[in-house]
């Protein structure tokens, strides 16, 4: 599949689950753009577009935590990515191994 036939949203955006390769673990969710699929394609470490500073960066570059590429998925619907990486240390930006580190409690 090619870069062109993935379905951005009005902003030219697609959401990217991405998920420890080994583990199958859920680490977060970001968005990317076009140009993000692709450096994250050209480079093997995942490459997002950050909504609210408008800018595109390096998961990792920072902090020393950069992703390593397994294999990039589309979804059927060519709607949604899947990036299967090797995730170093924490994928969160509080600190924790993944983003999904809380549990909805049910207040019914």
């Given at each position: 599949m090619d870069i062109s036939e993935l379905k951005f949203d009005a902003q030219g955006l697609i959401p990217c689950v991405v998920q420890q390769y080994d583990t199958g673990e859920v680490l977060m969710v970001a968005w990317m753009n076009a140009e993000s699929v692709e450096l994250t394609l050209q480079t093997g470490t995942t490459w997002f577009w950050s909504r609210s500073r408008?800018?595109?960066?390096?998961?990792?570059?920072?902090?020393?935590n950069?992703?390593?590429?397994?294999?990039l998925k589309v979804d059927c619907d060519a709607d949604t990515l899947l990036a299967l990486v090797d995730s170093p240390g924490p994928a969160c930006h509080t600190g924790n191994r993944s983003c999904f580190f809380r549990t909805l409690d049910d207040a019914r």
């Open positions: 408008q800018e595109l960066w390096n998961k990792g570059a920072t902090s020393g950069m992703q390593q590429l397994h294999e």
